[in-house]
Structures are given as structure tokens and as C-alpha cells.
């Protein structure tokens, strides 16, 4: 088993800037991709971004391309996910997830999530 924490989220204006972080417990943190989704009131939760165990390979949606970086640094068991230049429609909770899996984009292809952090941009 692995737990997942996410912090980091809060109310940023638009233009700004967050960093969430995402620490593992349990079981050995190596090995498993990481990333991040997100989900909007009434709407689907969505691929954000992924990284390899790694740390070389990442994938982005292109909604966040160019703001958004993941970085992970596994001796500290964390994953991170900096997000600048914000707009009001990447207000979200955000999750991190981990899993051994080959398609990064899908919900079902993460066995462990964390419980979310809160992301609130205002116009």
C-alpha cells in the first residue's frame, strides 16, 4: 500500500503561482509513475500530468503546457507540481495518484490517490 498526502493548494489571483507537493508513505515510493489530476464541480476529474519513476520522462495536458512543471524527488518520497501563470478555470481540487502503468492520461491506470487539495484562482 501506498498514502498519498497532498498540500499546497490555497486562493491565488490569476497570473499567480502554487506548488503543490505530494508525499508518499508505505510502501516503496520508486518504481511507480506519478501524476496529477484534477476535478471541477460537475465535471469529469482529468489528467494533469505525469512523471516516470525516474524523473526523466513527463507528459502534460495541453490545457497546462508552458505553467505547469512535475518534478519528483523519490529520497524525499515526494512529488511536486508548480503551477504558474494560473487562470480561473484551473480551479480545482487537484490529486496526486501513483501506479505502474503505461497509459499516464487514465484515471484507472493509478491504484493509490490521495484525498486532494483545494485549488481556488480568482479573476
Known amino acids: 500500500q501506498v498514502q498519498l498526502a497532498e498540500s499546497g493548494g490555497g486562493l491565488v489571483q490569476a497570473g499567480g503561482s502554487l506548488r503543490l507537493s505530494c508525499a508518499a508513505s508505505?510502501?516503496?515510493?520508486?518504481?511507480?509513475?506519478m501524476g496529477w489530476f484534477r476535478q471541477a464541480p460537475g465535471k469529469e476529474r482529468e489528467f494533469v500530468t505525469a512523471?516516470?519513476?525516474?524523473?526523466?520522462?513527463?507528459s502534460y495536458a495541453d490545457s497546462v503546457k508552458g505553467r505547469f512543471t512535475i518534478s519528483r524527488d523519490n529520497a524525499k518520497n515526494t512529488v511536486y507540481l508548480q503551477m504558474n501563470s494560473l487562470k480561473p478555470e484551473d480551479t480545482a481540487v487537484y490529486y496526486c495518484?501513483?501506479?505502474?502503468?503505461?497509459?499516464?492520461?487514465?484515471?484507472?491506470?493509478?491504484?493509490?490517490w490521495g484525498q486532494g487539495t483545494q485549488v481556488t484562482v480568482s479573476s
Open positions: 508505505g510502501r516503496t515510493f520508486t518504481g511507480y509513475v
Open positions: 495518484a501513483a501506479g505502474e502503468t503505461m497509459f499516464w492520461a487514465r484515471v484507472r491506470g493509478y491504484d493509490y
Open positions: 512523471i516516470n519513476w525516474r524523473g526523466s520522462t513527463t
